[in-house]
């Protein structure tokens, strides 16, 4: 393997020992090419959020893997909701940073910024030379949101800006002098290692029911009225793998749902057991709200259940656009259910094998090889 000794400093807004995004893998398979990486996470609000974990429950530095640490601001730098404490706080965490930076990166690093956090200015404007990726995956909407202004100038000041999906490529590209480029979730094959698609017509449980699954990270792009209309159907069990966000535990149909016997909340589980529960799926499911947000969504789990050959159900998103024929697509709650009844009769083992090959060339090594035109 060549070594580039490329350095680079990914700032986001998640840990590396919970839900696995693009972010995560890509990383990864940089560091895979020899890359130097420090994935840098931002603060944490509330002691909480890091105590329930096990590794950097107070912060620190870890080695994820070879040429790839992993740094999590202590607890005490948290984000604080005085504005003094919160002051002093982010001049601390800025100046910790630095020096960080500095220790791992002698040399000018490159700095992939995947979040607009109020400190990924502080920390750039302290490495002008340097160049300035940002990955853009989310919409920022909200007038309120303190990361509105961050994204605009990081727009503004990045060389290059790579977005997950056709809706923010359209959307931002007419404003950005060529340089914005798609730059879409891949596979991670390490973990898919299928050498044909896994089509199962029909799992078997216990009572026999149509087992309905959905993994991610629940907040509150989900449609949990339209759920909550679903799981009346009693035909089917309803499972959903990974975190539920806070937000969507105080909508009112979240708590309704959890009372249902054919539901269940798996929680956060290990990433390599992904596929095994995305294998036990009868069919899997995109019930995404439908609003400005989420237009520019592009969610890696999509690309996983294709390559497991699994029937998908999805609402009307802008991103499934591109996956005609692959996506049995859901405008109404009539629509939702026609297609739970009728989707598995329709697929079968060579629409499976016709999704498996569109996921073969959504691969991360051909995003790392894009990626690494910029940085060499």
Aim: proline share 5%; with cysteine.
């Amino acid at each position: 393997m060549k070594k580039t000794g490329i350095g680079i400093v990914c700032i986001n807004n998640d840990g590396f020992d919970g839900l696995r995004r693009p972010r995560h893998i890509l990383m990864e398979k940089l560091a895979q090419r020899g890359c130097r990486i420090m994935f840098a996470s931002t603060p944490v609000s509330y002691f909480s959020e890091r105590l329930k974990k096990e590794k950097l429950k107070w912060g620190g530095i870890a080695k994820i893997k070879e040429n790839l640490v992993w740094y999590q601001p202590p607890v005490l730098l948290r984000r604080f909701s005085n504005p003094m404490l919160d002051f002093f706080s982010t001049i601390l965490r800025v100046m910790v940073m630095r020096i960080l930076v500095f220790f791992y990166f002698p040399d000018k690093p490159i700095f992939f910024v995947t979040v607009p956090c109020p400190d990924v200015e502080k920390i750039i404007s302290y490495y002008p030379k340097s160049l300035l990726i940002y990955n853009v995956h989310d919409r920022y909407l909200d007038k309120n949101d303190k990361w509105i202004s961050g994204h605009a100038e990081l727009l503004k000041a990045a060389d290059v800006v790579l977005v997950g999906s056709n809706f923010l490529f359209e959307e931002l590209a007419a404003d950005a002098n060529g340089k914005i480029f798609l730059f879409p979730p891949a596979l991670d094959f390490d973990l898919f290692k299928f050498e044909e698609p896994l089509f199962n017509a029909k799992s078997r449980c216990g009572d026999n029911k149509t087992i309905v699954g959905c993994v991610g990270n629940f907040g509150s792009q989900i449609d949990w009225e339209l759920i909550n209309d679903l799981t009346d159907l009693m035909e089917f069990e309803f499972v959903f793998v990974g975190p539920v966000g806070r937000a969507a535990k105080m909508d009112s149909f979240y708590s309704l749902l959890e009372n249902k016997g054919n539901v269940k909340f798996v929680g956060e589980v290990p990433h390599n057991s992904i596929p095994a529960y995305i294998q036990s799926f009868d069919i899997c499911i995109l019930p995404y709200r439908l609003n400005e947000y989420s237009k520019g969504i592009n969610p890696l789990k999509l690309l996983e259940y294709l390559a497991c050959g699994k029937v998908v159900i999805s609402s009307p998103v802008h991103f499934v656009r591109q996956f005609e024929g692959l996506v049995h697509v859901a405008s109404t709650l009539s629509e939702w259910e026609f297609w739970l009844c009728e989707a598995l009769k329709k697929d079968n083992h060579n629409v499976a094998l016709k999704k498996y090959q569109f996921v073969k060339t959504q691969s991360y090594d051909a995003r790392v090889d894009f990626l690494l035109e910029f940085v060499k």
